[in-house]
Every structure is written in structure tokens, then in C-alpha cells.
């Protein structure tokens, strides 16, 4: 059945029972995959729920989320389609505007989707996110066809409704928000505009000066702060091989200026430092002392392979799983401190979650290079400053079945 672009999304969308939706796959998890007591809150926003109500090939796809949650099953399963929508949600919450966050929009109209009376089309996500406040859920309708909008988008913790927004007039780019108030008043209206996230735009809008509208604002905020935090990571071995100008060393998702973050790291970090020389002996052939990074005669950072009293060796002569694995472990070791995400500079890091997002995970790696991705994933999401979620192929999720801590989905076509 085609979504309904018209009206707001149903802020009880029914996770499917086990086996019920084979698109929703199960998600197998261990114990400490989800929160450390039953009912306790996450100290730290985060997300803990995928939802892909209609959207690509996934129809009423709930996914639970833990530190580490990998994707799993055959090509074309969905696994990358459920990591576009998650990063869709994270751009969107960073204030990006739809055109951007979905360029070809109609490839993500469920293929049967039938459109309306007046040619409408369209697709459903949403989320949920934990933190101090509880549970907060997100849920969005979008048009794709005849002109990509937002048309309903609904904020709710527990049975209370937030925020809601309808599309009234198809003729003018905006939709009708109506958001908590409280007292007197009971609700407050006005028009947002039909190519943002609304979620986003509360804090803007809000004064907080009744007990609704802090209700709101620390809901809004709390997936705001969740979504902000995501990290899409896919090292481009191609972009990782040349020297790379000096720079703050903020580690890009390509991992291209790789060399010039290593040097941070090196100077700043001893113990993370330490923690990525032991991982490049598991993930790099011959011997491994340590990394290093030298200056080249026109002022750019080069890394290489310190090989003890062998001859260095440059990271452009690395074959392109070892470019990867450094590239993905020292994303996982440095967090948000090293990487290039737009956080809440309010928020102190030590109150903030970052989630990386890792398509092909285990991409031209080989068995040794998987299994230590994955040790160095449940070591440092077992911190609680870092998450995960990741496609893999079968050979990482049936290492990951057997560590305690992971959560594998399984999806079947």
C-alpha cells in the first residue's frame, strides 16, 4: 500500500512481530547489547530505533539499535537502504535541506507504491531516541513526486504528542505545525516550511517559558543532539595513498587526509596512539613498530609503517584493505574529538554519543583484519561514547553472533 502523503505519520507505528515482515528482519541481540538495566535512561542521546516504515524496498521495518548493531544478509536485502535512512535523518536533524539529503528522491518510493488521487507518491522513516528526558520518537512523511516535501511529521515521548505537522494547502511550501504548549494556550500553531525538519527548527521557535514548551524543547533537543552525531565512514583508499596538506586533523568520512590525523594522534594521545599501532600489527602484513609521519619537501604529511629496523613504508604502498582497516580503526579508537562532525558544541563531549555509520563494513578486508574491526568496535562502544551500525557481509555476522555485546539483523529479501 502506497503511504499516505497527506496526513501526518502515525506516531504508533506496531513493530512487527518476530518472522511476521521479513523485510523488518530480527535482530539477534546479547546481553549488554542495549542498556545496562532494564528502565534505566541513557545518560547519552541516542538512537535506538530505525524505523523505515515505506521506504525503498523496507515496508514496516522496525530495527532495534545497540552500541554495536550490524546489518546482515544477501545482496539486496536492504542493508545499504537502511543506512541511507538513517544518515537521511541525521542530515536532516543537522539542518540540511531535503533537496540535499535526497537527490533522486522517487528511487525511494516503494516500487508498488500507487500514487493518490492527485499523482502523490511519497515514503515514511523515523526514529526513536533515548536519553535523559525517555524515549523520543521521531516520525516523517515525505512527497517525492510531483514535488519533493515534507508533508507530516510527528514528535512524541509516551502517549504525548509534541509537535505535529500536516500539509493543508498543496499550493503553498509550508505545512502546519502545531507544537505544546501548555496552560491556557494548550497548543501553539504556525507554519514551518516544507523543505526542513521541524524537529530541528523547535529550538528556534520555542521560548520555553511554560512547562510544555520545556516538555518540547528538551525533546527536540535530545534528538537534535542524537542525530547531529552521526559519522558516515567509507575509506576511499584512492584518497588515503597521496601526502595531504597540513590541517586541523579532523578525520574526513573518505579518511583521505588519514596521514594528517595520524600526526595528531601521535602528538595528542599517546594511549589511542598505542591502542592503533597494536591494531595496524593484526591488519598489516610484515612487521609492525609503530605509525609515523614525516613532512615532504613541498610541506605535506606523509604516513608510513614504522618497521622497526627495516626501511619504512609509505601508506601509498599499502594494498586496499590495509588502507581500509587503518582508516576504519582509527575512526573507531579517536572519536568525536578527531573526527569531522557537526556536534552540540552546547553539550560537553562526555555528554555526547557518536555513531558511525559504516556501509561494506568489511569490505576487501580479510578474516584476520574483520575479526580485530570488530574487537575494536565492542571495545570502545563498550565506553558509551561511541556507536555503530554497519552492513557486513555473512563471515563478520557469524563472528559477531558469537560476541556478546552485538547486535546482528538479519534481513532476507
Known sequence: MAPSVTAPPDARVPAPRPHADRRAGTAAAHPGAGRAAAGAPYARPAVTELRLSAFAAHRAA???????????????????????????????????????VFPDPVALVPQRSRPDAQRRRGFRIGCTVDGPV?????????????????VGERLTAGEQ??????????GRRSVQAAWLTGGSTGVTRAPFPDDRLGTALLPLRVAGSTEGQRQ?????????????????????????RAPVPPGPGRLRGDCGNLADVL???????????????????TGCAGPVEGLGDRTTADGRVLAE???????????????????????????????????????????LPAQQALTVLADGFDRDLDRAQRAELLRLALLSCGRGHVRLVAAVGEEVADIARERAGVSVVDLNP
Open 62 to 100: 522496525v530495527f532495534p539499535l545497540g552500541p554495536v548493531t550490524l546489518f546482515a544478509g544477501p545482496s539486496g536485502s536492504g542493508k545499504s537502504q537502511a543506512l541511507a535512512g538513517y544518515e537521511a535523518l541525521a542530515r536532516l536533524g543537522s539542518g540540511a535541506d531535503l533537496a540535499e
Open 134 to 150: 525517555g524515549p523520543v520518537r521521531l516520525d516523517l512523511a515525505v512527497q517525492a513526486e510531483p514535488a519533493l516535501r515534507i
Open 161 to 170: 504528542i509534541l509537535l505535529n505537522t500536516a500539509l493543508r494547502d498543496p
Open 216 to 240: 518540547v524543547l528538551a525533546a527536540a533537543e535530545q534528538v537534535v543532539i542524537a542525530l547531529r552525531s552521526v559519522f558516515p565512514c567509507d575509506p576511499r583508499p584512492a584518497a588515503m
Open 263 to 281: 600526526r595528531r594522534t601521535r602528538q595528542e594521545c599517546g594511549t589511542r596512539y598505542a591502542l592503533l599501532t597494536e591494531a595496524a600489527r
Open 305 to 347: 609503517l614504522l618497521r622497526g629496523d627495516l626501511p619504512a613504508t609509505e601508506l601509498g604502498r599499502l594494498g586496499t584493505g590495509e588502507l581500509r582497516f587503518l582508516g576504519l580503526a582509527l575512526v573507531l579508537l579517536t572519536g568525536p574529538g578527531v573526527l569531522a562532525v557537526d556536534q552540540s558544541a552546547e553539550l
